[in-house]
């Protein structure tokens, strides 16, 4: 039998683990990754090639600016404002996103886009940060 999370559950549980603080307070830090790589359960850091377009730059997300968790379509959500890049004269194709813990270098979720992102000079790259919770029934 799968374990079930109640909606309140997820809530409680999604704002512990990104909002709330703990013991040790690691912010986190969003990362875009340049190689053609599809993310699964085994990915670490070396699996990755970060982004080195003009004017890139990995951006640190503070505990305290995640939302406050919500409920939406019977899942828990939390979102952090929209980051945003805008390309220099050097582009980088990119195939998704990364977030590690700051201190402990971890890789703690990652994202293939849909469709890869050919970046070119001038070109802005909008990325919302949103982690949901979710039981399997």
């Given at each position: 039998m799968?374990?079930?999370?109640?909606n309140?559950?997820?809530l409680?549980?999604l704002?512990?683990?990104?909002?709330?603080?703990?013991?040790?307070?690691e912010?986190?830090?969003?990362?875009?990754?340049?190689?053609?790589?599809?993310?699964?359960?085994?990915t670490?850091?070396a699996?990755?090639?970060?982004?080195n377009f003009?004017?890139y730059?990995a951006v640190t997300l503070?505990?305290?600016?995640w939302?406050?968790?919500?409920t939406?379509?019977n899942?828990?959500?939390?979102?952090?404002?929209?980051q945003?890049?805008?390309?220099?004269?050097t582009?980088?194709?990119?195939?998704?996103?990364?977030?590690?813990?700051?201190?402990s270098?971890t890789?703690?979720w990652?994202?293939r886009?849909?469709?890869?992102?050919?970046l070119?000079s001038s070109?802005?790259l909008n990325?919302?940060?949103?982690?949901?919770l979710n039981s399997?029934?």
């Amino acid at each position: 039998m799968p374990l079930i999370t109640s909606n309140a559950g997820e809530l409680e549980l999604l704002d512990k683990l990104l909002k709330d603080p703990l013991t040790t307070n690691e912010d986190y830090v969003l990362k875009l990754f340049q190689n053609d790589y599809t993310p699964d359960q085994t990915t670490v850091e070396a699996s990755l090639t970060e982004a080195n377009f003009t004017n890139y730059a990995a951006v640190t997300l503070t505990r305290s600016g995640w939302s406050d968790a919500v409920t939406v379509s019977n899942k828990a959500e939390s979102s952090y404002a929209t980051q945003s890049w805008t390309c220099g004269t050097t582009g980088n194709s990119v195939y998704g996103y990364y977030v590690t813990g700051s201190t402990s270098g971890t890789v703690l979720w990652a994202e293939r886009f849909a469709a890869t992102r050919t970046l070119v000079s001038s070109d802005v790259l909008n990325l919302q940060p949103k982690f949901t919770l979710n039981s399997e029934n």
